[in-house]
C-alpha cells in the first residue's frame, strides 16, 4: 500500500472504505457509494468531537487493486479518510 500518502496527505491515521462489490448490481452501486461517503463523513464529524481534523478523499486509490481479497475481486475501494491533530502555526502558536 506504498503511495497512500503521496496520492492523499500525511496524516497518522487514513481510514480506507472499502467494500465487498462483486454480488451488487451494477444499478446498485451508485447507493454503495453514497453509503460510503456518508460513514466517511459521518467519521470525520465524529473526529472533530474529540479535537481531530480530518480531510476526505472520494476517488478510489487504484494499487489497492493489488491488496490480497481485493486483487481477487472481492472488494474494491471507494472512500478516504485522514485523520489527525490540527497542525499548530509556528508564528502564531494558532490552529
Keep these: ?3 497512500l500518502v503521496a496520492d492523499y496527505v500525511d496524516a497518522p491515521v487514513l481510514v480506507l472504505l472499502c467494500a465487498p462489490t462483486q454480488h451488487v448490481a451494477s444499478k446498485a452501486i451508485g447507493d454503495l457509494l453514497v453509503r460510503a461517503g456518508s460513514l466517511g463523513y459521518a467519521l470525520w464529524l465524529a473526529a472533530r468531537t474529540h479535537g481531530l481534523e480530518a480531510t476526505v478523499f472520494g476517488g478510489a486509490h487504484t494499487p489497492l487493486r493489488l491488496v490480497p481479497g ?3 475481486g472481492h472488494g474494491r ?3 478516504t479518510v485522514a485523520l489527525g491533530y490540527p497542525e499548530q502555526h509556528p508564528a502564531s502558536g494558532r490552529e
Design 1 to 3: 500500500m506504498t503511495g
Design 70 to 72: 481485493m486483487a481477487e
Design 77 to 79: 475501494h471507494l472512500f
